[in-house]
């Protein structure tokens, strides 16, 4: 059942997580896991429909930045949103039902994982497209004095999108309070970043009077402290802010596109976040959380099972025309 006091805020859920941070962060993170392991297997079995992206070697991002999220903030992620969403909503029996096209998923099985709206949390898979979106919320927020911010995710390929420069223009000159991040896992489906990007990501958003940053890391303790600060001068300034995120994508850019030479995916296991936190941790304490995050991703499975496809006749009432 969710608790209407953290359902909204990641922060406060996180803080009433038992353990310490490395555990806490360790719970989300092999949710997340196991959670896109079953939805390939799913795939697999022409089980889903559409597509999906997964963001196995990148799940230390989305615990080391939303943990620091609570009620009044609005995320917006993109394509490859599983991990975000799971952080932000916990709620894996609404992403899964959502996956397997139900009645009951997060919009009604009739949006995907690219067309999440829940709560505060909103997804699009048109790259860079939501980015306007975040620097226009950010700012009613900003507006009505609520004191939350906005949060949006960008891969490295979307920098190559002219609209996200508009966004980071406005964003500085009406001083809008929204975290830019930038998860550049170096690849933008099967073009490597050098041959998709000149310059430097950095500068990008200190070209606009940004204050921007970069961290490399896939260390979810080392992520969740080092955008501590950063939400917490998004909140106090009201300012963006601009933070890279070096990382790497261990799976397909979708279920089975992968054109990367298998040596560099292979050499980049290293980093894997999930055993890379597990190593710090007692085992039985891992084995434990394994366990709990398996039988949660199961009985998220099961629940989506059981639910109906969407009725054909209530099609009209998902159109956002009709409301
Ligand atoms: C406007 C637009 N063009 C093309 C696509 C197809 N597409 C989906 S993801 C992707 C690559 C995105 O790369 P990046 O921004 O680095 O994110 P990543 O997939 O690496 O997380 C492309 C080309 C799209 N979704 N939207
Ligand atoms: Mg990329």
């Known amino acids: 059942m969710t608790d209407p006091t953290t359902e909204r805020s990641p922060k406060a859920r996180f803080d009433s997580l038992s353990g310490s941070v490395d555990?806490?962060?360790?719970?989300?993170?092999?949710?997340?896991?196991?959670?896109?392991e079953r939805l390939l297997q799913l795939f697999e079995g022409g089980e889903l429909f559409g597509t999906t992206h997964c963001c196995i070697g990148q799940e230390a991002d989305a615990v080391g930045i939303l943990n620091h999220l609570d009620e009044r903030d609005i995320v917006f992620s993109n394509h490859r949103c599983h991990g975000h969403?799971?952080?932000?909503?916990?709620r894996p029996e609404l992403?899964?039902?959502?996956?397997?096209?139900?009645?009951?998923?997060?919009?009604?099985?009739?949006?995907?994982?690219?067309?999440?709206?829940?709560?505060?949390?909103?997804?699009?898979?048109?790259?860079g497209g939501i980015v306007p979106n975040a620097v226009g919320m950010a700012?009613?927020?900003?507006?009505?004095?609520?004191?939350?911010?906005?949060?949006?995710?960008?891969?490295?390929?979307?920098?190559?999108?002219?609209?996200?420069?508009?966004?980071?223009?406005?964003?500085?000159?009406?001083?809008?309070?929204?975290?830019?991040?930038?998860?550049?896992?170096?690849?933008?489906?099967?073009?490597?970043?050098?041959?998709?990007?000149?310059?430097?990501?950095?500068?990008?958003?200190?070209?606009?009077?940004?204050?921007?940053?970069?961290?490399?890391?896939?260390?979810?303790?080392?992520i969740y402290a080092h955008f501590a600060d950063i939400v917490a001068s998004v909140r106090e300034t009201g300012r963006p802010r601009f933070e890279?995120?070096?990382?790497?994508?261990l799976c397909h850019h979708s279920k089975s596109d992968d054109k990367r030479p298998r040596e560099?995916?292979?050499?980049?296991?290293?980093?894997?976040?999930?055993?890379?936190?597990?190593?710090?941790?007692d085992p039985s304490v891992v084995a434990r959380l394994d366990a709990e995050a398996g039988r949660r991703v199961t009985e998220a499975e099961e629940h989506a099972r059981s639910l109906p496809f969407p009725d054909p006749s209530?099609?009209?009432?998902?159109?956002?025309?009709?409301r």
């Open 244 to 249: 890279v995120v070096h990382t790497y994508r």
């Open 139 to 222: 700012m009613a927020e900003k507006l009505k004095g609520t004191g939350g911010m906005a949060v949006v995710f960008l891969g490295d390929g979307t920098l190559g999108q002219g609209v996200v420069y508009e966004a980071l223009n406005l964003a500085s000159l009406w001083s809008a309070p929204v975290l830019f991040v930038i998860e550049d896992n170096q690849w933008a489906q099967s073009t490597p970043v050098e041959k998709e990007l000149a310059g430097d990501m950095v500068a990008r958003g200190r070209a606009f009077g940004i204050r921007s940053g970069e961290i490399t890391s896939t260390d979810a303790s080392e």
């Open 23 to 36: 555990e806490r962060l360790y719970s989300q993170m092999t949710l997340i896991r196991q959670f896109e």
């Open 264 to 281: 560099q995916v292979e050499a980049r296991r290293v980093g894997d976040p999930v055993p890379l936190l597990a190593r710090r941790l």
């Open 95 to 127: 992403l899964m039902a959502e996956m397997m096209g139900k009645a009951g998923g997060l919009v009604g099985g009739r949006g995907g994982s690219q067309h999440i709206c829940y709560h505060g949390f909103h997804s699009n898979g048109v790259q």
């Open 85 to 90: 969403f799971l952080v932000y909503g916990d």
């Open 314 to 322: 209530t099609l009209e009432d998902s159109l956002v025309s009709a």
